[in-house]
């Protein structure tokens, strides 16, 4: 049963540039969220996808968005990227309103900005 | 809003001795989730056990136990045994009851355990 897999696993971009990142869900799950991870700090929450569309945003500015597919895989965009986007973006997947139960974090994804 | 607060950055345990992390929490919640996650050098984000604040008894899972204070708002992780491969990051999280609510982090607490 495969969980939760993140593409890339690792990104350098420029500043200004524009970066998507990819989520396949934990099979069964429906649920995508995004989480961004600053070194040395606990992960904060971006946003949420259930049913292809946004469900809940964290404080995070319009820079940020994602799309949620059919088959339930999500995309996290990023547009005009500064140095502090760089961070490890996690995905995190549950099925629908169940997540009191946990969610199944993928590996993450590695975003330098320089 | 509701605030998670681990208060050690790092620790240290020998080999099979016990361990226990901090977490404090702020919220006007009845009814919540608490979780511990540990996260290795591969990054995942792994549950290491849950716990309903309904729930007076605290979880257990193997050498994995809580003690849940709700009044003090305290969830502090209790590792048994320690093992190398517990070397990690740990985190401890807050949900609230509802549904589709993002999961709130502490800063984590790196545990080394030394051989």
């Known amino acids: 049963d495969a969980g939760v897999t993140q593409s890339p696993t690792h990104l350098i971009k420029t500043r200004g540039q524009q970066v998507t990142l990819r989520c396949s869900p934990k099979?069964?799950?429906?649920?995508v969220s995004w989480y961004q991870q600053a070194l040395g700090q606990g992960p904060q929450f971006i946003f949420q996808y259930y049913e292809e569309e946004e469900r809940q945003r964290g404080n995070f500015p319009d820079r940020f968005s994602g799309h949620q597919f059919p088959n339930y895989s999500s995309e996290l965009n990023v547009n005009a990227l500064l140095l502090g986007d760089s961070a490890l973006y996690l995905c995190?997947?549950?099925?629908?309103?169940?997540?009191?139960?946990?969610?199944?974090f993928g590996s993450g994804t590695r975003l330098t900005v320089v | 809003a509701q605030t998670v607060t681990q208060s050690q950055p790092e620790m240290s345990v020998q080999e099979a001795e016990t361990v226990t992390l901090s977490c404090t929490y702020d919220?006007?919640?009845?009814?919540?989730?608490l979780f511990w996650y540990k996260q290795p050098p591969s990054r995942q984000m792994i549950l290491v056990i849950r716990q309903e604040a309904y729930k007076q008894q605290n979880a257990t899972e193997n050498r994995f136990s809580v003690n849940f204070q709700k009044a003090a708002k305290s969830f502090s992780l209790k590792i048994s045994d320690s093992q190398l491969g517990d070397t990690a990051m740990y985190f401890c999280?807050?949900?609230?009851?509802?549904?589709?609510?993002?999961?709130?982090f502490g800063k984590g607490t790196r545990l080394s355990v030394i051989a």
């Open positions: 995190a997947s549950s099925l629908g309103r169940r997540i009191n139960y946990g969610y199944t």
């Open positions: 919220t006007s919640e009845n009814n919540y989730y």
């Open positions: 099979s069964g799950h429906d649920t």
């Open positions: 999280a807050f949900m609230k009851h509802e549904g589709n609510t993002p999961l709130v």
